[in-house]
């Protein structure tokens, strides 16, 4: 901590020293904005230039919001989504069109958007703007492009994993509109060896992923345009587990077939306005979005949760004076969800080493829940004078389903030193909903209040020339009201979760951008972090499951010529944290007798006692894991590289045809992502990871092996 405090004081002292170093000395171009004020004046139809180089990449996989994970501060979870600056997954929120958004990824980490409607994609990862709320992680902002005014076009692509189709073209001379469709392949090629039954799970029938996106606008006059926006996405997938699987060698109740089916359906309708002179905008936005969670598994069990949600936003703009712009707006939201459960369900948390179905409560619930939440912001920028900018903010959140609200300030201070340097600092409070599971009557504790976190940003960015650019990010993030939940030696059990834990998290973050030019553009990032989470029941202090010390990606991309443009990616990361298992409990293991099975059923006979001993093999029971100190030990460093290539041939009105290679993880590294407890010991480890008791069967879980893939695209 001391040292992070040195480096903050370090950058408050290095701003007026580069300042001066610099003598006013100025240079062509500007720099990036980080406030927009007014109307954009980009073109709308068009992705913008930042977003494109984001989006080719090596490693994205023509996947366009793959390339968040080459940015500083971002790195996965186990279930593949981000992580921000030491917050967990779910603490971010998603934005599409300015619509909060559920569902952003594929159950396989793949994002939902064809990359060729993505307009701009923006990652805050701290101290957010105001028009933000429900998160204290960070706020991942996607917007999709309006449709072009050109002849139509046909535009298809494929890969090994993915085929996709787009039509786009204008229909009036005031409109235009794209529908675009998405579908994964894998669920078509002959992969018998695939449903092998490796580790006690077979597929019946391989996941299909797909999405859409379909956009009109009309605009109306020079002042009003109308757009209509629908979109969603779907997953599913069947399979089936048996003994041989290691969750259901603990619980038996997991054996049995297994389908999920989660996805969404969205309708929007877009009011957009602005004057003449673009000193004043406004939209209003009318959504309806379907979503549904369908999972059925193991021994009869069931999680259903449909759910409708209305929303209705309203943003307004305005540059009051040459030196204040003010913003406001106001949303509401109304989810109504359909709970169908009827399944084992464990109280989990991020402090929890194991979070197994074995002894959970088998809860069954069949009610309708409302909930809704109202939001409004306002903000105000100031021109203090040539050099110094500040805004004043603050948002407004009320839960009703928690019966509670919360009014958060947002600063942001600026200082210009000259066209080549300029410092910032940035405050603010944020809170978060806890996760549904968590405040259900029933299922969690609907008494719990909202996470809440503030968050503090120090800047520093620096153009070295034309072409590169620098900047430098303390940030520290102070967590509470943590959702914790609560052990069964606690009086309160039944309350299943409470709010008592907190944590912070602190570190500071490179940035080194070199822009196209000598045909070729790339970025290093690098991240120093730490961050730690408090059990305030049991005062014990523990490193977060995401807590990565050094993050390190550099992203380069040539073009050789006309047609071809190459490019690589190399990441390297600390290695996340586990919790090992020490010893075993065997308390719990039994023995079937066979003569009291006889004893028990004499009707049957030997025969029927046999097969009843045969019927209880699989619920003897096996040891359950005995846990060492929590998040006490780190795998492996993580590291990879990817490929690719890329060609392009051009032609006339916009059409091309292309062809790509990817490579991920040319160098075919192994990297470990978890240890496991494997009672079935299936592909047993020869070799103890730090912390494992001796003679404990363990299981390691493996990333990507090295994995090419062949794609094209053509458009018409």
């Known amino acids: 901590m001391e040292a992070f405090k040195l480096t903050v004081f370090g950058l408050l002292f290095l701003t007026p020293a580069l300042a001066a170093a610099e003598n006013e000395r100025g240079k062509s171009g500007t720099l990036e904005e980080v406030i927009v004020t007014g109307l954009k004046r980009q073109d709308t139809t068009k992705i913008s230039e930042e977003s494109r180089q984001l989006f080719s990449i090596a490693g994205a996989a023509d996947d366009p919001l793959q390339a968040i994970y080459s940015l500083p501060g971002v790195t996965f979870s186990s279930g593949g989504e981000p992580v921000i600056r030491g917050s967990g997954a779910e603490d971010n929120i998603y934005y599409i069109d300015s619509i909060p958004a559920e569902y952003l990824f594929h159950v396989f980490g793949n994002s939902i958007f064809n990359k060729n409607l ?150 929007s309708v877009v009011w957009s306005w602005s004057s003449d002179s673009s000193v004043k905008e406004a939209n209003l936005i009318v959504s309806h979005i379907d979503e549904f969670l369908n999972l059925d598994y193991g021994n009869e069990q069931t999680v259903n949760t449909p759910a409708d949600r209305y929303v209705i936003r309203f943003d307004y703009g305005q540059a009051i004076s040459d030196k204040h712009h003010l913003t406001f707006g106001v949303n509401t939201s109304t989810s109504k969800y359909d709970f169908e459960i009827a399944a084992k369900i464990p109280t989990c948390s991020d402090f929890e080493s194991d979070c197994s179905t074995a002894d959970a409560e088998f809860i069954t619930l069949n009610d309708e829940v409302t909930v809704k939440t109202k939001d409004a912001y306002i903000e105000d920028v100031i021109s203090l004078n040539t050099k110094h900018t500040v805004t004043v903010a603050a948002h407004y959140t009320s839960y009703d389903y928690l019966e509670t ?57 620096k153009f070295l020339s034309v072409d590169w650019l620098f900047r430098a990010e303390l940030y520290y993030k102070q967590l509470n009201n943590v959702v914790i939940n609560i052990q069964p030696s606690e009086p309160d059990f039944a309350e299943r979760y409470s709010n008592d834990a907190e944590g912070n998290a602190y570190g500071i973050e490179f940035f080194l951008k070199k822009e196209l030019s000598d045909k070729w553009y790339g970025w290093a990032a690098l991240s120093f972090g730490k961050t730690e989470r408090k059990d305030l029941r049991s005062g014990d202090t523990s490193p977060f499951e995401y807590d990565k010390p050094v993050i390190f990606n550099i992203a380069v991309n040539y073009q050789l010529n006309d047609f071809w443009n190459v490019g690589a990616t190399w990441t390297y990361q600390s290695g996340a944290l586990y919790t090992p298992v020490v010893g075993l409990d065997t308390s719990n293991q ?127």
């Open 118 to 267: 993505i307009q701009r994609f923006e990652l805050y990862s701290g101290a957010f703007p105001s028009r933000y709320g429900n998160a204290t992680g960070g706020v991942i902002d996607v917007t999709l492009r309006d449709p072009r005014h050109e002849e139509f076009s046909t535009t298809i692509s494929a890969s090994f994993l993915l085929t996709g189709v787009l039509f786009e073209g204008q229909l009036s001379e005031n409109s235009a509109f794209y529908a675009s469709y998405r579908r994964s392949l894998l669920d078509q090629f002959d992969t018998d060896s695939l449903t092998e039954d490796e580790d006690g799970v077979s597929i019946t029938d391989f996941p299909v992923a797909q999405d859409y996106q379909v956009k009109y606008r009309w605009d109306v006059n020079r002042k009003n345009s109308l757009s209509f926006i629908a979109a969603g996405a779907e997953d599913d997938l069947q399979a089936e587990a048996d003994s041989n699987n290691d969750y259901v060698a603990r619980d038996p109740d997991l054996a049995g077939p297994l389908s999920y089916d989660q996805g969404f359906h969205s309708q």
């Open 590 to 716: 039994t023995s079937p007798n066979l003569l009291e099975l006889l004893l028990q059923n004499p009707a049957g006979g030997l025969l029927g006692a046999i097969t009843d001993l045969l019927d209880q093999v699989n619920l003897i029971g096996v040891a359950d894991p005995i846990y060492g100190r929590f998040n006490s030990e780190r795998l492996p460093d993580y590291h990879r590289l990817d490929l690719r290539a890329e060609y392009t041939k051009p032609s006339e009105n916009g059409r091309y045809w292309k062809f790509y290679i990817d490579v991920l993880n040319a160098y075919d590294q192994d990297n470990v992502e978890g240890y496991e407890y494997s009672p079935t010991d299936r592909d047993p480890l020869s070799y103890t990871p730090a912390g494992y008791g001796e003679n404990i069967p363990v299981a390691a879980e493996h990333g990507i092996g090295i994995f090419p893939s062949l794609g094209f695209e053509v458009r018409y």
């Open 405 to 461: 609200s919360q009014i958060e300030p947002r600063l942001r201070w600026e200082y210009q030193a000259n066209d080549n340097l300029k410092s910032y600092a940035a405050f603010g409070m944020h809170s978060q909903s806890p996760e549904l599971a968590e405040i259900i009557d029933g299922v969690g504790n609907a008494n719990l209040d909202v996470e809440k976190a503030k968050h503090l940003v120090l800047g520093l960015e």
